[in-house]
């Protein structure tokens, strides 16, 4: 029932910019937390921002000062400014939203994936 759409994704060179945009079907406060992921070829996937339903913000020490999450309540959309862009951001990047479930649970919602290649 949940979807989210991913967009934004491309080739950047070292030191470029981009945005993500996730795109939820319904409030995006129907979520306690929406984030971003991103799994590299060969690697675990990791949490790279969240943002609560309140506002509140997380971000991976490897993205801090230069990555930005942010929302837009209206339009029902996440975002990822992605700044100073280095080749080991390369990902595929994930859109994610949870829901509680019971008590002390929660079920994840994901996108489809968007690629984002940083290199010369």
């Known amino acids: 029932q949940v979807q989210l759409v991913e967009s934004g994704g491309g080739l950047v060179q070292p030191g470029g910019s981009l945005r993500l945009s996730c795109a939820a079907s319904?409030?995006?406060?129907?979520?306690?937390?929406m984030g971003w992921y991103r799994q590299a070829p060969g690697k675990q996937r990791e949490l790279v921002a969240a943002?609560?339903?309140?506002?509140?913000?997380n971000y991976s020490d490897s993205v801090k000062g230069r990555f930005t999450i942010s929302r837009d309540n209206v339009k029902n959309t996440v975002y990822l400014q992605m700044n100073s862009l280095k080749p080991e951001d390369t990902a595929v990047y994930y859109c994610?939203?949870?829901?509680?479930?019971?008590?002390?649970?929660?079920?994840?919602?994901w996108g489809q994936g968007t690629q984002v290649t940083v290199s010369s």
């Open positions: 994610n939203a949870k829901k509680r479930l019971g008590f002390n649970g929660e079920f994840d919602y």
């Open positions: 319904g409030s995006i406060f129907s979520f306690y937390a």
């Open positions: 943002i609560t339903s309140t506002g509140s913000t």
